[in-house]
């Protein structure tokens, strides 16, 4: 019993990294990234299985609970490296933020704000 209460307690401190890790790493993703022009920022999962999403764009950081399945649509907003950021909406409009690997990605040519340059 001693050993596993060492055990949890000499591991908290590499949890808190990892969490700092990914914190820090998103927020920088985040400055350094291309925004997206909202006009062009849906995408449908392509593909097949499922779309993890990430805490920031890094292996280490995998959220194993939170996926995405073709066919569902995201709303990207930064591209840094192989990752977009992006939102999703559940069916019972609760938003799921996060990073994504862009290349099961597919483009629809649509956005969430009118392209008023368009009708020119």
């Not at 400055?31 to 764009?57: C, H, M, Q, W």
Request: aromatic content about 12%.
């Amino acid at each position: 019993m001693i050993k596993l209460l060492c055990a949890l307690v000499l591991s908290l401190p590499l949890v808190a990294s990892a969490n700092d890790f990914c914190k820090n790493l998103s927020s920088g993703a985040n400055i350094k990234g291309v925004s997206f022009d909202n006009t062009d920022n849906v995408y449908k999962v392509g593909g097949e299985g499922r779309l993890y999403f990430y805490s920031a764009p890094n292996e280490k950081c995998l959220e194993k609970e939170v996926f995405v399945v073709p066919g569902n649509q995201l709303y990207a907003y930064v591209e840094y490296g192989k990752y977009y950021s992006v939102m999703y909406v559940t069916n019972d409009g609760n938003q799921v933020d996060g990073w994504v690997k862009k290349d099961r990605l597919v483009e629809t040519h649509t956005g969430i704000a009118p392209d008023y340059d368009a009708k020119k």
